[in-house]
């Protein structure tokens, strides 16, 4: 197996044609021919997780978030793509085109992880809209968001009943919009600025806020698990190295 063998596959569900214009997605770093054993999947590529691919003999990282966002004007030793080469380890980066995938992606498994019911990609955003099974005050259905994607804390704001829910990972806070053209009662994102906050509340829309990590870390081992179903001779390991260091007081 390659690693081209397994971008390939990716094609299926998150198509590098479909990422946004400012993105970068794909093979980044490394050889497309390169002999694949051991994966290692991870939503962000840090020098911790260069080290953990390391140990175990991994030869590809897959990876959310883009390892090469803006050009580079050097590559110094100590940097993480340097790191990669020195190691022999290519990387795959699947960002915007797994956001936007109604197939398989960020936001179809974040409302898995959420339990909506009847979802649906909006055609040309990043938004994912479904239901809860029964009407909730934001309050509560936050609590639920708190436990089911193990949140150490959360921002909303409250409405007395919310049923009908858009979700848009990261941030994707923009898709505000989205939600309110679709009469939706309650949007949940992983960051927000104020003045969306303030346009959410004059338009009777509850906010769940859940931190860009957390909104996005649901994807991982989900993706894990399909490429493990289709590879099953390759080892697909989630990365220990990557948590939400944020703390609250």
Known sequence: MTVNDIFNYTESFAPIDTCADFDNCGILVGDKNQTVTKVL???????????????????????????????????????????????????????????????????????????????????????????????LSAKEFAKQVKEKLNCKGLRYTDKDKVQKICVSSGAGAEEIFTALDNGCDLFLTGEMKHHLLIEAMEKDIAVVEVGHFKSEDVVISPLVEKLSQQFPDVSFTKAKAVIDNVEYL
């Open 41 to 135: 999947v991870a939503l962000d590529i840090t020098s911790s997780v260069v080290e953990e691919a390391k140990k175990i003999g991994a030869e590809l990282i897959i990876s959310h978030h883009p390892i090469i966002f803006a050009p580079l004007k050097k590559v110094s030793k100590n940097s993480v793509v340097y790191k990669l080469v020195e190691n022999n380890i290519s990387a795959l980066c699947l960002h915007t085109n797994l956001d936007i995938s109604p197939i398989f992606g960020v936001n179809t498994c974040l409302g898995d992880a959420l339990g909506l019911q009847n979802g649906k990609f909006i055609d040309g955003t990043y938004a994912y809209i479904g239901e809860i099974d029964k009407p």
